[in-house]
């Protein structure tokens, strides 16, 4: 029985602490708010209970009260809960209320802090909310005050008077009074004033103007809830010290349609070049109901001149069933191996194994010129065994046959189609607020089109479609949409690569 009060940080997930994503990890509930990022759920257990009770401006999915009650009934039915809320719990987060209650309940529990967003989407707007030459004090105030309730919780006056950096959360429906109180309180109307919204965040926004035009330089750019207030020298600062803002792929929306368990490269290189992504994989990797087959194609390896991998996944399930035979890469000493692809070429040497031939193209054409370039010109009599997904391309294994080869393909996995995201990727497209579809095989544009038809993307060419390479470019022109982007080496480096060039024009 104990409760963690964890801080989900501002909004970026990799802002999460460690010990936030551990404690999330040994939950038996979660009790979380409307997070900035709904990924973070994603660390806790699969059986854990979710409870949503979320808190935004003028809708409470549970009163406090409520939740703090809620907390100790599911503690002291012997769990472990991890409460997570947004920023860090004890500031302007009513944690502390919620430890209170836990106190007085005579409940165990950690306040696991989080970064909050009055450090963090400064910081990330190129703010420092304190520096030698400008500040050397920050004062975090609530602007959440009602302007027409008699007499005021802040010492304006003071406010103003100090040298610190002042920055107010929850306050833009109350920008004019806390402008014109400084203002009236005696700060100079040219005190640079920033505001950021939704820091952190792909979505963010920053501007900078002096205070007495803030208000207005807020309505001119449209800025609304949540975005922090900043006011002090500091803030001149954004236009040299800004980096978030100026990564290369920063607002732009881009969905990957890899499998999950692929998904994971691509994605995070994008969200380092600032792109928020949208993972939406079309299909999912599933392990075969019958492994027969493969199991007696691994009891007879040393038969077999070349193994050949396709893909990191043909990797994983061979190996899954070497191990289930009570066995390891020593099976495969009387065989050559090949990878197609860098990918494939690291999973197999994270087993211990050096692939022999790894083709300097990347598709299945290339593998066969460099097998016979290897092999002297002929591959007669030769025995090959490809495990690979059980539906897939058949132009290799055709293609060795012809040249006198014996080839044995044989499902390792088998690909599912998936719906994930679909209903808010449609959404997306149809708002425009959507800028790129990745697709990583002709399997993922099929899965894809079966989710959102076609005739949508035809309708929406602000949309653009990258392929990682001419098979999956051509799936996507076989049903009448075009490829707009498209690396020279066929990879997700490459990929990434020319999904910034095209996106720096």
């Not at 020298?233 to 732009?252: C, I, M, Y």
Request: glycine share 8%; proline share 6%; hydrophobic share 45%.
């Amino acid at each position: 029985m104990k409760v963690f009060l964890i801080g989900a940080g501002p909004g970026d997930p990799g802002l999460l602490t460690i010990k936030g994503r551990d404690a999330l990890a040994a939950a038996d509930v979660v009790v979380y708010d409307a997070l900035a990022n709904d990924s973070l759920l994603s660390y806790a257990r699969p059986d854990a209970e979710k409870i949503y009770v979320g808190k935004v401006a003028g809708n409470h999915a549970l009163p406090q009260d409520q939740i703090n009650a809620l907390l100790v009934d599911k503690a002291k039915e012997g769990n472990v809960v991890a409460r997570l809320k947004g920023g860090d719990p004890y500031i302007f987060g009513r944690g502390g209320e919620e430890g209170e209650e836990l106190a007085a309940a005579g409940i165990p529990f950690e306040e696991v802090p989080g970064i909050s967003s009055t450090i963090a989407a400064p910081a990330y707007a190129g703010i420092p909310v304190t520096h030698r030459d400008f500040a050397s004090s920050v004062t975090i105030i609530t602007g959440h005050e009602n302007p027409d309730k008699p007499g005021s919780v802040h010492n304006w006056e003071a406010l103003a008077a100090s040298a610190s950096t002042l920055v107010f959360v929850m306050g833009m429906k109350n920008l004019p009074d806390i402008a014109r109180n400084l203002l009236e309180a005696g700060m100079d109307p040219h005190t640079p004033a920033a505001l950021i919204y939704r820091g952190t965040t792909p979505y963010q926004r920053s501007l900078v103007d002096t205070l007495a035009r803030l208000p207005q330089a807020a309505v001119e750019a449209k800025f609304t809830n949540p975005s922090v207030i900043l006011v002090g020298k500091v803030a001149g600062l954004r236009d040299t010290l800004g980096w978030f803002e100026k990564k290369p792929l920063f607002g732009r929306s881009i969905v990957v349609t890899r499998a999950r368990e692929q998904a994971s490269g691509l994605a995070q290189s994008l969200t380092a070049l600032g792109a928020e992504v949208i993972q939406c994989p079309t299909i999912e990797i599933s392990p075969l109901a019958d492994y027969a087959e493969l199991d007696a194609a691994l009891g007879n390896l040393a038969s077999y001149r070349w193994v050949i991998f396709t893909s990191v996944n043909g990797v994983k399930h061979f190996w899954l069933r070497l191990a289930k035979a009570g066995k390891d890469s020593r099976a495969l000493g009387n065989c050559k191996v090949a990878a197609i692809g860098p990918a494939t070429a690291d999973a197999l040497t994270e087993r211990g194994i050096t692939p022999d031939f790894i083709p300097e193209r990347y598709m299945a054409e290339g593998v066969l010129e460099g097998l016979l370039t290897l092999e002297n010109g002929n591959v007669a009599g030769m025995r090959f065994l490809l495990p690979r997904a059980a539906k897939a391309r058949e132009v290799l294994p055709e293609e060795l046959r012809k040249a006198g080869a014996v080839v044995d393909v044989i499902s390792a996995y088998e690909t599912v189609p998936a719906a994930h995201k679909r209903d808010e990727v449609l959404e997306r497209i149809n708002a425009g607020t959507l800028n790129c579809v990745t697709f990583g095989s002709s399997s993922t544009v099929e899965n894809f089109l079966s989710l959102i038809p076609a005739a949508i993307l035809k309708m929406h060419p602000e949309v653009k479609l990258a392929a990682i390479g001419p098979v999956t470019a051509e799936t996507l022109q076989k049903n009448g949409l075009t490829c707009n982007i498209m690396p020279m080496d066929y990879t997700i480096p490459a990929l990434v690569d020319a999904l910034k060039t095209y996106f720096a024009r």
